[in-house]
């Protein structure tokens, strides 16, 4: 897995063809449901040392005339690795 | 790909960003005026004229003049061109746009605005009935009939030119669609406003504090009541699921776009949901921007400043609410003056519209904030797994404010050190105050007339109904309220003569 900022992981989220879809670390995954896809990153890391990963929305994903009224969509980050788990009982197939 | 990873995140390449950018730039060039060098004069600005005048012995110089150099006025008018279009590339460059498309489309742009810009400043739009200090420039010109619209003429032709290329013109709209960015050319103009709020603040600081405390006040009460009416109007009476009625609720009741986008990355919404709410509030934006000026100034002639406020809680879109705060100054100080034969400063009922505005936008960080952790622990039930993390509301700020401010507190400062200073400043910023704020203010109504194609609501029936809904019995009559209650019997200074 390739890691930035001092062992911090990031991914970037985008929204196509109607899938979230979040890719960086060494990963690739979509789903249509964001919650759903959160549970594939969190199983992806489920061997892992407990960590941190930022999940950062690209806003190329927007529509280019939307970008001049607000410049961000959103950022958050999910708690990942042993001892996390994924206990919200969502179907999450790739 | 473009993400924001640290709080310089978009300082290049946001349209935010080279508000502030561009903004500060002219400003820092007038203010060379404190060493006695003039870097702004340069700049063409429209004269008052008349038909027969000009038809039977042509001159430029009946229709422009420069702010400062002895120059030719088409020359100034050119060497305006020159300058904007080389400043407003660059930010162009830097926000990766198509540079070729951005300049062919803003020289369209820019042509059309100064073309409704000089065409409506002829007497017979402008002029009004009005004697002051023992001149009545409408009669002393032998006018028979006028419309008697003031400044405000040049903003609606410039509207009206703008809707009929974006609904009538759709190729032309497309290909200027590259140039037509209302918020960029507003956010500027709105720095520039600083200056001025600067200036008008050393004229009248104890209104200048209540309209900015007032203006803070209201909008707080306002954010109150405004998003659960309008949240639970789009859950109980249209059944519509909890995030596009978040959504809805924060575009229609808070500042339109940017917080409908706002409040879908804080809820995690699919794109398609802001997407498809901006696309409403663009349009209705519009709506508001055509009628409530003239509707306002019509029904209480009496209450600028009240309007100003009830216009930036009304509004949505920081284009079309400065916008219509601008119409509203002209119409509401030409039916004055009109009336009574007292002439009111120009800027003040604007400032109230944008003083509010910008109160509004502000908060809107924080409320997203809120919002997004309420929506984490409370409707998703993740907590421990999923966080945010506070720089989303710096993410969120609107960046032009910045620029704004730091225009109004540095002008009031350096003017505040000396009389002297004051003068030279005052004198130094004059083209910045006047005619390159009147142009921003015109090149936005021109882009926002351009992306604006009512044809789009089509097969949005029932959001649409939401909408007017809404607007119609929740937002425009308690932002009246709340701006009455807060602003009543506040007035714009009189022009001294």
């Not at chain 2, 050119?78 to 746009?97: D, H, I, N, P, S």
């Not at chain 2, 590259?178 to 709105?190: D, L, Q, S």
């Not at chain 2, 002209?330 to 400063?345: C, F, I, P, Y």
């Not at chain 2, 992306?451 to 029936?461: E, P, Q, V």
Request: charged residues 15%; hydrophobic residues 55%; proline residues 4%.
């Amino acid at each position: 897995m390739t890691t930035e900022g001092g062992g911090r992981r990031e991914l970037v989220l985008s929204y196509e063809r109607g899938q979230w879809r979040a890719r960086g670390a060494g990963l690739d995954v979509a789903h249509a449901d964001l919650a759903a896809l959160d549970t594939l990153i969190v199983r992806a890391f489920e061997g892992a040392e407990p960590s941190s990963v930022h999940v950062r929305f690209d806003m190329g994903a927007l529509p280019a005339w939307l970008r001049q009224y607000q410049a961000h969509y959103f950022n958050y980050v999910l708690r990942v690795g042993r001892g996390t788990g994924t206990h919200d009982g969502r179907e999450a197939r790739p | 790909m473009t993400t924001n990873r640290r709080w310089t995140s978009g300082m290049l390449t946001t349209e935010d960003w080279w508000a502030v950018w561009v903004g500060l730039a002219i400003y820092a060039a007038s203010l060379a005026s404190l060493a006695g060098v003039d870097l702004v004069g340069w700049m063409a600005r429209p004269r008052v004229w008349e038909w027969t005048n000009v038809t039977g012995d042509f001159a430029w110089s009946k229709l422009l003049r420069t702010s400062g150099y002895d120059w030719h006025p088409f020359v100034a008018w050119l060497a305006t061109y020159v300058v904007f279009t080389g400043l407003l590339a660059v930010g162009a460059r830097f926000q990766r746009l198509d540079v070729k498309r951005f300049v062919a489309g803003f020289t369209v742009i820019f042509v059309l605005t100064w073309l409704c810009w000089v065409v409506g400043n002829e007497m017979h739009l402008t002029s009004v009935d009005a004697t002051v200090d023992g001149r009545n420039d409408y009669r002393d010109n032998g006018l028979s009939w006028g419309l008697q619209l003031g400044e405000g003429s040049p903003y609606l032709l410039a509207l009206i030119s703008g809707l009929v290329i974006g609904n009538f013109a759709k190729r032309l709209a497309a290909f200027l669609r590259e140039a037509a960015k209302p918020e960029w050319y507003i956010k500027t103009a709105i720095v520039f406003l600083g200056v001025n709020l600067g200036a008008m603040t050393l004229e009248a600081t104890d209104f200048a504090l209540e309209l900015v405390l007032t203006g803070a006040a209201a909008t707080f009460v306002a954010y109150l009541f405004f998003w659960p009416l309008v949240y639970t109007l789009a859950r109980r009476a249209f059944r519509l699921p909890r995030d596009a009625s978040a959504v809805l609720a924060s575009g229609i009741s808070i500042c339109g776009v940017s917080a409908a986008i706002a409040t879908g990355g804080a809820i995690r919404a699919r794109p398609i949901i802001p997407v498809t709410v901006s696309m409403l509030v663009v349009i209705f934006a519009m709506i508001e921007l055509l009628v409530l000026p003239g509707a306002y100034a019509a029904l209480f002639p009496d209450q600028p400043i009240v309007n100003g406020a009830a216009m930036g809680m009304t509004v949505k879109t920081d284009g079309a609410d400065a916008a219509a705060g601008a119409l509203l100054d002209e119409l509401m100080v030409s039916a004055h003056l009109q009336a009574t034969g007292e002439r009111w400063q120009t800027g003040w009922i604007l400032s109230s519209a944008v003083l509010t505005k910008i109160w509004i936008d502000v908060f809107i960080g924080i409320w997203t904030f809120v919002l997004a952790l309420i929506w984490v622990y409370k409707v998703e039930r993740r907590p421990g797994q999923v966080s945010v993390g506070p720089s989303e509301i710096w993410f969120r700020f609107p960046k032009f404010v910045l620029g704004y401010l730091v225009a109004w507190l540095s002008f009031l400062a350096i003017a505040s050190s000396s009389a002297d200073a004051a003068d030279t400043l005052a004198a130094g910023t004059a083209a910045l105050q006047s005619p390159m704020r009147h142009m921003m203010f015109m090149l936005t109504f021109v882009a926002m007339g351009v992306i604006t194609d009512f044809s789009k609501l089509r097969g949005m029936g029932r959001l649409a109904l939401l909408y007017a809904l809404a607007l119609a019995v929740i937002i425009a009559p308690i932002a009246y309220t709340v701006a009455y209650l807060f602003h009543r019997g506040l007035m714009p200074p009189l022009v001294t003569s």
